[in-house]
């Protein structure tokens, strides 16, 4: 059962653009929505994470954007640069659980 | 910054036999799992682990697979008869508390020939 499901699988987007990266979760158990950054060869590193009682957060440049109705979250990566090259995968949790729950990843690529 | 740590970071061996994979959470963490990640997939959960006992495992997690903590610092894994299909990269993870921030350690890469 595909619990999280990510789109698109891959982006290119020019320095300085902004990539979007979208979430849709099935299980409305689920309480707590972190976005995770992976580069080759590395572990996934926590980015930002939200919790469904607000609808935006912003840490720098990453933006979470939470649509508890539709059951969506994105990530915004505004003023995209070549270092934000990476995987990033969505996940979710819920209060009862202990593990989380992955996306498939989407692969961003920023041109310079 | 504290930080997850694993060993090995590269571990090969032969279809059928044991590995331990080994890590260190971060030192206030209670919670701690391991996920793996076949190459070009997602990660998927395999079991976490809350004071000295598993509290959830996966589909994945058969009989072949433990944890243990062994003292009190060290997380480790074990399969106990590897198989082709085991090759992946392993990371364990740690958290302070259920349902909040894991963070993940660099991972190890097994690969069973």
């Known amino acids: 059962q595909q619990q999280v499901k990510q789109s698109p699988q891959s982006l290119i987007v020019q320095k300085g653009g902004i990539s979007i990266i979208n979430c849709a979760y099935e299980n409305t158990a689920f309480d707590y929505f972190p976005w995770y950054q992976q580069f080759p060869g590395k572990g996934p590193a926590l980015l930002i994470a939200i919790r469904p009682d607000v609808s935006e957060k912003k840490e720098g440049r990453f933006t979470i954007s939470f649509n508890k109705s539709a059951k969506q979250f994105s990530l915004h990566i505004m003023d995209s640069q070549p270092g934000d090259s990476a995987t990033y995968f969505c996940a979710a949790s819920m209060r009862s659980d202990y593990k989380l729950s992955f996306g498939a990843g989407t692969t961003v690529t920023v041109r310079a | 910054e504290p930080e997850v740590t694993q060993t090995p970071s590269h571990q090969v061996t032969q279809m059928g036999q044991e590995v331990i994979l080994r890590c260190v959470p971060i030192?206030?963490?209670?919670?701690f799992y391991w996920y793996r990640q076949i190459l070009g997939q997602k990660v998927e959960f395999l079991v976490s682990?809350?004071?000295?006992?598993?509290?959830?495992k996966s589909e994945i997690f058969d009989d072949q697979f433990s944890v243990e903590r062994p003292d009190g610092s060290n997380f480790t894994l074990k399969i106990r008869s590897t198989k082709l299909e085991d090759s992946a990269m392993y990371f364990c993870?740690?958290?302070?508390?259920?349902?909040?921030?894991?963070?993940f350690g660099p991972g190890t890469r097994l690969t069973v020939t």
């Open positions: 993870a740690s958290s302070e508390q259920r349902n909040y921030e894991q963070y």
């Open positions: 682990f809350y004071n000295n006992e598993i509290s959830e």
């Open positions: 030192s206030n963490h209670l919670y």
